[in-house]
Structures are given as C-alpha cells and as structure tokens.
C-alpha cells in the first residue's frame, strides 16, 4: 500500500490553487476588458462631451477648421446602410437557409453549407475592395440611373432616388454590407431551422400541407426567436462593420436625402480621420463616435444573444 | 383557379424565390472570389515576395508587410491563446454552472462580435498615447484582444466534449482537478483546441481597423516592435484607395494572399474537426 507523503500532498494543493487562480484570473480578465474598453472610450470621449453636450449627437456640423463637431450624419448614415443592408440580406438570407433545410439534396447541402460557412471568414477589406473596383462601377453605370429614371419622379420616396450616380455613396455601402453579412445570416437561420423537430414537420406533411405552407405555419413560427437572434446579429455587425463601408461610402459628413449621394457612417468616419486629425477636440470628438458605436451595437448584439441563448435553452428541454 | 391549385402556384412561387435567393447570393460571393483571384494573380510575382512596399510610381513587392503581418499575427496569438485557453479551462472545469461563469460567457459572446475598430481606439487610449507613437507591440496587442474571445469560446465548447468518465477516473485515482486538465482533459481535447486556434490566427490575420490606430504601417523593412511596422491589411487599404495602379495591383495581390491563407487555415481547422469527430473518441 502507498503511503501519502504530507509534502507531497501539500505540494499538490499549491498547484491546484495557483492553476485554478490562473483561469480564474483570465477568466475575470474578460470582463476587465470589456470595462477597460468602456472607460477608455468615456475618458477619450469626455473633452468632446463636455465641450459640446448632448448636441453633439443632434448636431450635423462636421468642420476641423471651425472645430466643431455633431454626429448626427456619421449616426444616420450607420443606420441607414444597415438598414438597407438588412433589408436585402435577410430575405435572400431566409431563401438560403430555406433551401438549404428543405429543398436542397443532401449532397449539395454539406458542400453549399460550408462554401457559405467559409464565405464568412473572408476578411472585410476584401469586400470592400470589391465593391470599389467592381460593384460600385457596375452600380454607377446600370442600376443607379435605371432608378433615378423610375423612381426619382415618384412622390415621396422619390427623393431617394435623386441626383447624379457617383457610384459610391449609401446605396453602394449597403449593398456591399448587405453581400458581408449575408453568410452569417444564411449560416445562422438554416442552424436555426435545423432544430425544428422533424416530427412537427411531418405532420404538418401528413395533414396534406405543401412544402411552403409547412415552411410558413410550422417551421418559421417554431423558429421566430431564432430568426430574429440571427437578424440582431447579422445587424450588430453590419452596424459596426468598417473596412467594407470605408471602401465606398464616400466620406462626406453631410445628411442628403438621396441615398445616391456620398455619406458617412460611425466606423468608417473614425477609420479615415483618425490617423489625421489633428487637436485634442478632433480627436476627442471621433472617440465620441466610437463610444457611440460601441453603446448601440453593445445593444444589439446583448438583445441577439439573449434571443439565441433562449433558444438554446429550450432546444435543451425535452418537447 | 380552384384553391388546390392556388396552394400549388403559391408553393411553386415560393420554393423557385428560395432557388433564386441561392443563385443569387451564392453568385455574389463567387463573383468576390473571381475578382480576387483573377486581379490577384495579375498582380502577382516574384517581386512580391522580394521587394519592400514601394513609393509612388514605382514598382515593388509587399514583402515588409507580409513580415510584419506575420510578426503581429503570431504576437498576437502567443499573448491572447493562452488567456483564451485558461479562461475556458475555468469555463468548462471550474465555474460550469456560477453565476459568474453565465456573466463571462455573455460577455464574451458579445466581444466576440463586437466591431474591431473599437479595440483599435481601446489600444489607441490604453497604449499609443502611453507609448507617445503607434508601435508594432500595440498592434499585437489589438490583435490578442481580438483572439481571446475566439479561443475562449473554442476551447470551453472542446473541453466540454470530453466523457466525464475520463475525468472522474482521473479523480478517482487520486489526481487534482489540474492534474486532471492538463494529463487527460487538455490531451483529449487536443485536436479541438488546435481547430481553435487556427480559428483564431484566420480571425486575426485579416482585421484592419484595429491596426490602423496602433501599428499604423511602415514603409520600409522594420524588425523594431516599438516602432510602427507595416502589415498586409493596412497597406492594402491605402494601396487601393490610392490613384496609382502599381499601388492598386499590389493591393490587390496582397489581397489574394490574406484570404488564401484565411481559407486554407478555416479548411485545416474543419479537417481536423471532421477527423476528430469521425474517430469517435471524444463525441460527447
């Protein structure tokens, strides 16, 4: 029989606290992190804050000469790409992962599934550079005086549809946001159908129910939550997405009623002028933006999460 | 029309809207791809792989910035895995169920998607203005920012795979949890944690915007980590948004190169992970 050496035992019992502390430690350290960007941003937003108070988000100056500075057209144009993003990217995204769930033979599935999978990890520059040298062109030449001729004259949205084709502007960074986060969407609403169980489809097949009405009645309504998770973050990204708006957003800090016409966004407002901007008010005020930034897209994804992590939770639980 | 075949057409109608919205994303994406490698190889040769990254007019190669992409990438990855892997050893082995475990785990799922620039201005704020000048080291550490979350989530997903069985075999024999982790958890779960990182340097070699505001980027050959150094994804944003084709090519090699090494690192990290699971030995 072995005798326990006390030494040795003790010995152990400092290894085990030292290597559980140290998880622990990097454990704690992600939370440090997200508090550390948090302060850090408030800090450098603080001059900018200060100096001009809650105008500054209701306000569309944007002048280093005079030093002043608002971000409403950097906010509007956030919102408006993505929401033309969203717009384009979640139906074309539903009919992906549609097809791939219900449609789809089940050789094409995996190589389809994975080639969409893959399409995600391609970095955003990459997007961007495309839509500069060929989306934007391609835009400019075709699609955007087809819609100034049939929509521009039309009353009410026919303001969005005025003005030259620059080629780059808010339609293009859209569109181009709109072909970034389409895998991640397609990639999370056919996960999401996924789990629909087959048993309910099944009936609804056995009640004599066409494939789309068994999409429609069974299938979307089992899977809303899910649905809806994908969406938020397919959204937070394209809310906080820079290099691929950048490319082609055109960077003037303007609000036009054209979605034509150049704009700017959050992220790619700070990745321009950033490196360039000169004075501490300047400076400050572009931090502002990426407090900004970093509250709403915090939003969304936490909402996102919280409706992915529901949904796990009762795929968890027995029917 | 009777209602059956109403119920038909619209069947019909919907599933071809489905087909198309396949046709047409997928051939976005492959028009991408096309681009790339089609202006990508154009631009390519040897000169790449030789030169610095040239002024104006002149002609060069990338290979300054693939260096520095590489340092910085590597860097990186060194300083944030291990964070990562310890954080996730805590996740899956220690804290399974605290309420503090079900705090980090939100919290990380959101810096997993949380835009990258603002990492950028969080290392700008903690370092650069510390440091007084952007520097390569302030890169890196943008970059294991970026890659803690990643590895953190990779690896509590693979410890969690591993058969209690095997740990309570290793408890019963007398061995402390970190006995435990580092003998029999960590070697089961090997093939995982190595998918994980190669998921993470694929998730880090190609961000941008957190290098703009701290490595910045260099025109000439640097090995000096508290200098700034150039990097691939930097140099090809300003290379493509210049007026000068030589530049424009460049950037569009360099380009071909980032995503090649992406896909053939994501394909790596799945080949291993299909293995992993097609051997059985550590299904759940």
Not at chain 1, 94 to 106: D, K, N, Q, S
Request: with cysteine.
């Amino acid at each position: 029989m072995a005798i326990i050496d006390p030494r040795h035992a003790a010995k152990q019992l400092i290894y085990e606290r030292v290597f559980r502390s140290a998880t622990l430690t990097a454990a704690i350290l992600v939370l440090v992190i997200l508090g550390g960007v948090a302060l850090s941003l408030l800090r450098g937003a603080w001059p900018a804050l200060q100096h001009f108070g809650f105008a500054f988000v209701t306000r569309e100056i944007w002048n280093p000469v005079t030093d002043e500075y608002g971000a409403l057209a950097p906010i509007y144009g956030t919102v408006v790409t993505s929401v033309i993003a969203m717009l384009l990217a979640v139906p074309t995204g539903f009919g992906i992962a549609l097809f791939l769930t219900e449609l789809c033979p089940p050789m094409l599935k995996r190589s389809i599934g994975t080639a969409v999978e893959l399409l995600a990890a391609v970095p955003s520059i990459i997007f961007g550079i495309w839509g500069l040298f060929v989306l934007a062109p391609v835009l400019q030449r075709h699609v955007q005086p087809w819609l100034i001729e049939h929509f521009g004259p039309l009353p009410l949205i026919g303001k969005l549809f005025q003005g030259p084709p620059f080629g780059i502007g808010i339609l293009t960074a859209g569109v181009v946001l709109a072909i970034m986060v389409l895998p991640f969407i397609a990639a999370t609403m056919r996960d999401v159908f996924d789990t629909v169980p087959p048993m309910l489809k099944e009936s609804g097949y056995g009640l004599g129910a066409t494939t789309w009405e068994v999409i429609w009645h069974v299938v979307v309504p089992h899977s809303r939550v899910g649905m809806l998770g994908g969406i938020m973050l397919g959204l937070g990204r394209a809310l906080g997405e820079t290099m691929a708006v950048t490319f082609v957003i055109g960077n003037a800090h303007r609000i036009s009623s054209s979605l034509l016409a150049p704009g700017t966004t959050i992220s790619s407002a700070i990745a321009n002028e950033f490196t360039e901007a000169v004075g501490d008010l300047y400076t400050s005020s572009l931090i502002a933006l990426g407090l900004l930034l970093f509250l709403i897209t915090f939003g969304v994804i936490a909402i996102a999460q919280a409706m992915l992590r529901h949904l796990e939770r009762r795929a968890a639980a027995p029917l | 029309m009777n209602r059956r075949q109403i119920r038909k057409a619209r069947n019909g109608a919907f599933l071809a809207l489905s087909v198309a919205a396949t046709v047409v994303g997928l051939a976005c994406l492959a028009a991408i791809l096309w681009t790339l490698v089609s202006n990508g190889v154009a631009g390519m040769s040897s000169r790449v792989f030789t030169e610095m990254t040239p002024p104006p007019g002149a002609s060069g190669g990338l290979l300054n910035a693939i260096f520095g992409s590489g340092v910085m990438t590597l860097l990186g990855i060194c300083m944030g895995s291990p964070i990562g892997m310890l954080a996730g050893t805590y996740l899956a082995e220690y804290g399974r169920s605290s309420r503090l475990s079900t705090v980090i785990r939100f919290i990380n799922d959101i810096l997993l998607s949380a835009p990258s620039i603002i990492i950028g201005l969080f290392i700008y704020e903690i370092l650069v203005i510390r440091m007084g000048h952007f520097s390569a080291i302030a890169g890196s550490v943008a970059l294991a920012v970026i890659a803690i979350p990643v590895t953190l989530r990779t690896t509590e997903d693979m410890l969690n795979l591993v058969p209690v069985g095997m740990k309570d075999a290793s408890a019963a024999l007398g061995a402390y949890p970190w006995r435990t982790v580092l003998s029999v958890v960590y070697p089961a779960a090997r093939s995982g944690i190595v998918t994980g990182l190669l998921l993470a340097i694929a998730r880090i070699s190609g961000e941008t915007a957190p290098l703009l505001f701290t490595a910045l980027n260099d025109q000439f050959w640097s090995t000096k980590l508290t200098a700034p150094m150039a990097n691939l994804p930097v140099v090809i944003f300003q290379f493509a948004l210049s007026p000068y084709p030589d530049w424009q090519q460049l950037a569009w090699a360099g380009a071909l190169i980032i995503t090649v090494t992406i896909l053939i690192l994501s394909i790596a990290a799945r080949i291993i992970l299909s293995l992993m699971q097609s051997s059985g030995g550590s299904k759940p």
